[in-house]
Nanobody, 121 residues
Framework: QVQLVESGGGLVQPGGSLRLSCAAS????????MGWYRQAPGKERELVAF???????DYAASVKGRFTISRDIVKDMIYLQMSSLVPDDTAVYYC???????????????WGQGTQVTVSS
């Protein structure tokens, strides 16, 4: 069983930066594809970024060039470094993990509780 715990959310001004962290537990972590989704009020959940067990990364078009996903196998952590933030980035950000190719569907088999990111002046 994999458990995920996000942290690092908060309030940031437009143009600012924020780093989200996701701590993972479970023996399948190193073999899992992991990533981030977000959901803003009144909107559907959307994929933000993912990183495969082999280190392949990709991003939603809306965040490409501004966000960076990374993973630390030693610490069982993934991160989302967010830069040049805009108000439309405001959402609850969720960490997800799974063994399958899940980013073309609803997400992974495991989810964190979410962390709020608010971009506002």
């Amino acid at each position: 069983q994999v458990q995920l715990v996000e942290s690092g959310g908060g309030l940031v001004q437009p143009g600012g930066s924020l780093r989200l962290s996701c701590a993972a537990s479970g023996s399948i972590f190193s073999r899992s594809n992991m990533g981030w989704y977000r959901q803003a009020p009144g909107k559907e959940r959307e994929l933000v970024a993912f990183v495969t067990s082999g280190g392949i990364r990709d991003y939603a078009a809306s965040v490409k060039g501004r966000f960076t996903i990374s993973r630390d196998i030693v610490k069982d952590m993934i991160y989302l470094q967010m830069s040049s933030l805009v108000p439309d980035d405001t959402a609850v950000y969720y960490c997800t993990a799974g063994l399958r190719t899940w980013w073309n569907s609803r997400g992974g088999d495991y989810w964190g509780q979410g962390t709020q990111v608010t971009v506002s002046s």
